[in-house]
């Protein structure tokens, strides 16, 4: 199964952008799809994720298992963030055991959302 990085674009990590400068989103984006996407991870840019307070963000997801989503991020952080992303694609459900996890991400995390059920299942 393949996850999902998804990556905003648009971040400004809370501070102004100077015109015809790259916001640190663009910048993160970049990092990463310049790293490479580990196996089993596809990297997409996105408009915004709504962390603007806790930004650069990213998220992750894949069918039927717990989405995440962190923050406080930089470009700086590109390798940490595509190893948590490959063990977080090698799992089933998406979960990491904690101790397995990059350090920014069992420190920098902003939410867990549970799996998405078909809408008969959630109904029950």
Not at 99 to 116: C, H
Request: proline content about 9%; hydrophobic content about 40%; some cysteine.
């Amino acid at each position: 199964m393949t996850a999902t990085l998804y990556v905003c674009t648009t971040c400004k990590r809370g501070e102004p952008v100077p015109e015809g400068m790259v916001a640190p989103g663009a910048d993160l984006h970049a990092a990463l799809l310049a790293a490479g996407a580990p196996d089993g991870v596809r990297i997409v840019g996105v408009e915004c994720l709504s962390a603007c307070n806790t930004g650069c963000a990213v998220s992750l997801s894949m069918p039927g298992a717990w989405s995440y989503v962190y923050g406080r991020l930089g470009a700086e952080n590109a390798a940490d963030i595509l190893d948590g992303a490959a063990k977080y694609a090698a799992t089933s459900d998406g979960i990491v055991p904690w101790r397995e996890r990059p350090v920014i991400f069992r420190k920098q995390s902003i939410a867990r959302v549970p799996p998405q059920f078909p809408p008969q299942e959630a109904a029950e």
